[in-house]
């Protein structure tokens, strides 16, 4: 069974930096996920996606965090990463971290996505 858990979360002030970590289990390096990916949802809100990373290292940023996120996953592919710098207000949100086997993941949506973790809240106060 495919695992995924999210850590390092937690709450800083606009302009401050966290490192989001997601470790995957359950599946061999053969099999490996083609996609994984950091998702957010805000209250109220729907869940978008923030950055994507397949096996061949191709990666997918959204507009609204790109120059300040980097996305990286470990050469085991077991572990997932997502440094934010830069944080503004309106990046508060519960951050995701989903594997996908779709070849057509690399831009999201969610919905082409198949596991996900139980997510880690990012609070930005200004």
């Known amino acids: 069974e495919v695992r995924l858990m999210e850590s390092g979360g937690g709450s800083v002030q606009a302009g401050g930096s966290l490192r989001l970590s997601c470790a995957a289990s359950?599946?061999?390096?053969?099999?490996?996920?083609?996609?994984m990916g950091w998702f957010r949802q805000a209250p109220g809100n729907g869940r978008e996606v923030v950055a994507v990373?397949?096996?061949?290292?191709?990666?997918y940023l959204s507009d609204s965090v790109t120059g300040r996120f980097v996305v990286s996953q470990d050469n085991a592919k077991t572990t997932l990463y997502l440094q934010m710098t830069g944080l503004k207000p309106e990046d508060t949100a519960k951050y995701y971290c989903?594997?996908?086997?779709?070849?057509?993941?690399?831009?999201?949506?969610?919905?082409?996505?198949?596991?996900w973790g139980q997510g880690t809240q990012v609070t930005v106060s200004s």
């Open positions: 990373i397949n096996r061949a290292n191709s990666i």
């Open positions: 359950g599946y061999t390096y053969r099999d490996r996920p083609v996609c």
């Open positions: 989903a594997a996908a086997w779709r070849q057509d993941c690399l831009s999201g949506p969610d919905s082409r996505f198949a596991y």
